[in-house]
């Protein structure tokens, strides 16, 4: 079955997308922001997350009514490959893929506001990626943790 995607992006039908599109995603959402691991105990890592209000930085005037930013953690070569080559980014510019104002370094990206266009055509595919690669990461963790040795989640 296809998943709808949301006519209008706003953080609620995104929310929506990523919790019907990925049935394991576990959903922590506290004031002002939604955080999607698949660790229903620990909540963490995170592969996706949605804020709206300027608690967790100040960077993308996220103040103001109805802004949000969406952000992803990908892999390198996406990262480098989609926003590595942006120099001083325009953190309050809108519909615009960008490094995370605060988690570049860890490989997350954002958009603040994504169209209905960015969001089908940019944002799914990174989700799924996202969400694939800490996957994955959890699947090496757990037959390495069997077999005695551990190997962090991070090292996706």
């Known amino acids: 079955m ?12 995104i929310t929506a997308y990523i919790t019907e599109t990925f049935p394991d995603a ?15 105990e620990k909540h963490w890592p ?14 993308t005037n996220l103040k103001d009514p109805g802004v949000f930013r969406l ?40 958009i603040l506001n994504p169209s209905a266009s960015s969001f089908a055509e940019v944002a799914v595919p990174l ?3 996202a969400h694939d690669r800490l996957t994955a990461a959890r699947a090496r963790h757990h037959r390495a943790a069997g077999g005695g040795a551990e190997v962090p989640i991070e090292e996706a």
């Not at 576990?26 to 229903?40: C, H, K, R, T």
């Not at 995170?46 to 960077?59: K, L, R, Y």
Request: glycine share 6%.
């Open 2 to 13: 296809t998943k709808s995607l949301p006519s209008r992006p706003d953080p609620e039908t």
């Open 26 to 40: 576990d959903l922590v959402s506290i004031e002002g922001g939604a955080f999607f691991s698949i660790d229903p």
């Open 46 to 59: 995170n592969f996706a997350t949605i804020v709206w209000t300027d608690q967790f930085d100040q960077a």
């Open 71 to 110: 952000n992803i953690g990908v892999g390198r070569a996406t990262f480098e490959r989609l926003v590595g080559s942006i120099v001083d980014p325009d953190y309050t510019a809108l519909d615009r893929l960008l490094p995370h104002p605060v988690y570049a370094k860890q490989l997350w990206v954002s």
């Open 127 to 129: 989700l799924a990626e």
